[in-house]
C-alpha cells in the first residue's frame, strides 16, 4: 500500500506534468473504483485548467480553475503513468516517452485493461496523457468545493501532517496524556497523525529508541508536558518521513512474483520487515522481533527500544 512519502513522490512526478494544463477530456473506462464516481464526473472534469496539485495525508489534491478539487486515492495498487508525443486517434505513438512519477514503492501494472481514468491534457508543450491504473480497485476519485474541503469526511478528522509546523512536542503531549493505549497505536491514530502508516511508524519509534507497546502516556508528564522521549519522537517521525520523500518513497520497488501475482520488494528499512536480523542501532546487539497489535505487524528491538 503506497504511504505518505509515495503519495508525496507521485504528487511531485505529476506536478510538471499537469499543472498548468486543460483537461480537454476525462476519459472513464467504468462507472467506479471502489466506490462510484460523481455525478457527471467526467463531464463537470472535462474543459477545466489544472490550477495546481497538491497532497493531503495520502490523498492527491488537483485544484481546478472552477474552484473544485479533485480528490484522488491510489488504494492499494494504484498509480499514474505519464504519456506524450504524438497521439492519434486516441493511440500514442510509438516512440513516445511513458513515464511513471516515483521510483520505488508499490506495484505498478502495465496491463491497460487496469487504466481506468484516462486524463487527456493539452499543454504548452502540446497533448499529452495522465492515466490511472488500478487493478485491485481500492482507489477512489471524488470531487469537492476548494471551500469545504477541510469539513469534507476524508478530512475533517485528520491531525496534522507528520512533516508540517503543526505537529510538535506539545500538541502530541495534549493528545496522549491520558491515554494508555499502545503508543503505536497512537501514533497509527489519524487524528493524531495524518497519513502516517505502519512502516514509517515502526521506524520512527525505532530511532527514537521508544517501544511500540508501552502506554503513549508515559511520554507525557504529570502536568501535561511533553518529555524528552516525546521531543525525540517527534523529530524521528519529520525524519524519518523526509529521508524517504527523499529516496523517492518508501524504496519499495516495482515487483512482479513470478506467478504474476502482485508483492512487494523492499530494502533498506532500518527495522520494518527485518524479522531475527540484528539491529541496526549502533552497539544494540539485539534482535528485531516482530509482534501483532491491531492486526498489523510491528517489528521492534525490545534491547534498544524501551
Ligand atoms: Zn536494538
Redesign the pocket.
Same mark, same amino acid.
Given at each position: 500500500m503506497p504511504e505518505l512519502p509515495e503519495v508525496e513522490t507521485v504528487k511531485r512526478g505529476l506536478t510538471p506534468a499537469m499543472e498548468g494544463t486543460r483537461i480537454t477530456k476525462l476519459e472513464l473506462r467504468r462507472g467506479d473504483l471502489r466506490f462510484p464516481f460523481p455525478d457527471a464526473f467526467a463531464d463537470r472534469v472535462s474543459g477545466r485548467t489544472i490550477v495546481s496539485l497538491g497532497r493531503r495525508a495520502k490523498y492527491l489534491l488537483v485544484d481546478l480553475d472552477d474552484g473544485n478539487t479533485l480528490i484522488s486515492h491510489l488504494g492499494m495498487s494504484g498509480s499514474f503513468r505519464i504519456e506524450e508525443g504524438r497521439i492519434e486517434e486516441g493511440r500514442i505513438e510509438e516512440g513516445a516517452v511513458s513515464a511513471a512519477p516515483g521510483e520505488f514503492h508499490h506495484v505498478r501494472s502495465k496491463d491497460e485493461k487496469h487504466d481506468h481514468v484516462v486524463f487527456h491534457l493539452e499543454g504548452a508543450s502540446g497533448p499529452r496523457r495522465v492515466v490511472y491504473n488500478d487493478p485491485r480497485r481500492f482507489g477512489f476519485m471524488d470531487m469537492v468545493g476548494r471551500a469545504d474541503l477541510a469539513a469534507h469526511p476524508f478530512f475533517r478528522d485528520l491531525g496534522p501532517e507528520p512533516t508540517g509546523n503543526e505537529l510538535g512536542a506539545a500538541y502530541l503531549a495534549e493528545r496522549f496524556r491520558d491515554k494508555a493505549q499502545p503508543l503505536k497505536s497512537a501514533l497509527l491514530d489519524q487524528k493524531n497523525i495524518a497519513g502516517l502508516g505502519n512502516i514509517y511508524v515502526c521506524e520512527a519509534l525505532w530511532r527514537a529508541h521508544l517501544s511500540p507497546i508501552r502506554a503513549a502516556s508515559t511520554l507525557v508528564t504529570a502536568g501535561g508536558r511533553p518529555k524528552a522521549q516525546l521531543d525525540l519522537l517527534v523529530a524521528s517521525i519529520r525524519d524519518v518521513i523526509a529521508d524517504a520523500i527523499a529516496a523517492g518513497g518508501s524504496s519499495l520497488r516495482d515487483h512482479i512474483q513470478t506467478d504474476g501475482s502482485l508483492g512487494y520488494f523492499q530494502h533498506s528499512f532500518s527495522v520494518y520487515d527485518r524479522e531475527s536480523q540484528a539491529?541496526?542501532?549502533p552497539g %544494540?546487539?539485539?534482535t528485531v522481533a516482530r509482534i501483532v497489535q491491531a492486526g498489523r505487524s510491528t517489528f521492534y %528491538?525490545a534491547? %534498544?527500544?524501551k
Amino acid at each position: 500500500m503506497p504511504e505518505l512519502p509515495e503519495v508525496e513522490t507521485v504528487k511531485r512526478g505529476l506536478t510538471p506534468a499537469m499543472e498548468g494544463t486543460r483537461i480537454t477530456k476525462l476519459e472513464l473506462r467504468r462507472g467506479d473504483l471502489r466506490f462510484p464516481f460523481p455525478d457527471a464526473f467526467a463531464d463537470r472534469v472535462s474543459g477545466r485548467t489544472i490550477v495546481s496539485l497538491g497532497r493531503r495525508a495520502k490523498y492527491l489534491l488537483v485544484d481546478l480553475d472552477d474552484g473544485n478539487t479533485l480528490i484522488s486515492h491510489l488504494g492499494m495498487s494504484g498509480s499514474f503513468r505519464i504519456e506524450e508525443g504524438r497521439i492519434e486517434e486516441g493511440r500514442i505513438e510509438e516512440g513516445a516517452v511513458s513515464a511513471a512519477p516515483g521510483e520505488f514503492h508499490h506495484v505498478r501494472s502495465k496491463d491497460e485493461k487496469h487504466d481506468h481514468v484516462v486524463f487527456h491534457l493539452e499543454g504548452a508543450s502540446g497533448p499529452r496523457r495522465v492515466v490511472y491504473n488500478d487493478p485491485r480497485r481500492f482507489g477512489f476519485m471524488d470531487m469537492v468545493g476548494r471551500a469545504d474541503l477541510a469539513a469534507h469526511p476524508f478530512f475533517r478528522d485528520l491531525g496534522p501532517e507528520p512533516t508540517g509546523n503543526e505537529l510538535g512536542a506539545a500538541y502530541l503531549a495534549e493528545r496522549f496524556r491520558d491515554k494508555a493505549q499502545p503508543l503505536k497505536s497512537a501514533l497509527l491514530d489519524q487524528k493524531n497523525i495524518a497519513g502516517l502508516g505502519n512502516i514509517y511508524v515502526c521506524e520512527a519509534l525505532w530511532r527514537a529508541h521508544l517501544s511500540p507497546i508501552r502506554a503513549a502516556s508515559t511520554l507525557v508528564t504529570a502536568g501535561g508536558r511533553p518529555k524528552a522521549q516525546l521531543d525525540l519522537l517527534v523529530a524521528s517521525i519529520r525524519d524519518v518521513i523526509a529521508d524517504a520523500i527523499a529516496a523517492g518513497g518508501s524504496s519499495l520497488r516495482d515487483h512482479i512474483q513470478t506467478d504474476g501475482s502482485l508483492g512487494y520488494f523492499q530494502h533498506s528499512f532500518s527495522v520494518y520487515d527485518r524479522e531475527s536480523q540484528a539491529c541496526r542501532t549502533p552497539g %544494540c546487539g539485539g534482535t528485531v522481533a516482530r509482534i501483532v497489535q491491531a492486526g498489523r505487524s510491528t517489528f521492534y %528491538c525490545a534491547t %534498544c527500544q524501551k
